[in-house]
């Protein structure tokens, strides 16, 4: 064996080698968020504790990157986003930081407030949002299960199904 033949084959195992090393640490090294969208929490064990229920969105940064947040909101079924499009939930999360391995950050909002209460007949149509500072938009998934008082308020079999096929494709992109 020729050492120019020699330099080719090591040329030839490194090469596919290095680039597949290289893909993976860019797909490792990203961040990757989680957004949660939770109904009837009570606040407990705080300074002041009271009978108010209130929606969540609990953000979660698993990635390596860290990601600044620029404002969260529940963005509202296409039926009304002509007039409104989203929530925005005024618990201020501008300048919020997610870095890795930080703890997971969680933003409130009244439940009972005038705003969502119209929207929660439709709980299963709403779903949480995220924006970064570089204007990148989490989403949450569609709830599956509906807030205390709307329990009366289900959608049909095939509109409910149609929203977990479509949590179905999402978890899939990730």
Request: glycine share 8%; charged share 25%.
């Amino acid at each position: 064996m020729t050492i120019e033949a020699l330099a080719s084959l090591i040329g030839a195992i490194t090469g596919p080698a290095g680039l597949t090393i290289a893909l993976l640490v860019y797909f490792r090294d990203r961040s990757k968020v989680r957004v949660i969208l939770g109904w009837d929490r009570i606040m407990v064990g705080g300074p002041v504790e009271d009978k108010k229920t209130y929606t969540q969105i609990t953000i979660i940064n698993s990635g390596r990157r860290p990601i600044y947040l620029s404002h969260a909101s529940i963005e509202l079924p296409k039926r009304v986003s002509n007039k409104y499009g989203t929530l925005l939930f005024s618990d201020g999360i501008d300048g919020v930081t997610l870095g890795e391995g930080a703890r997971p950050h969680v933003v409130t909002a009244d439940q009972n407030h005038e705003n969502i209460k119209n929207h929660l007949q439709e709980w299963w149509k709403l779903r949480a949002a995220v924006v970064d500072a570089s204007g990148q938009k989490y989403y949450s998934d569609w709830p599956m299960l509906a807030p205390k008082e709307y329990e009366s308020f289900t959608p049909s079999f095939f509109e409910l199904r149609k929203y977990k096929f479509l949590n179905f494709l999402r978890k899939l992109k990730l």
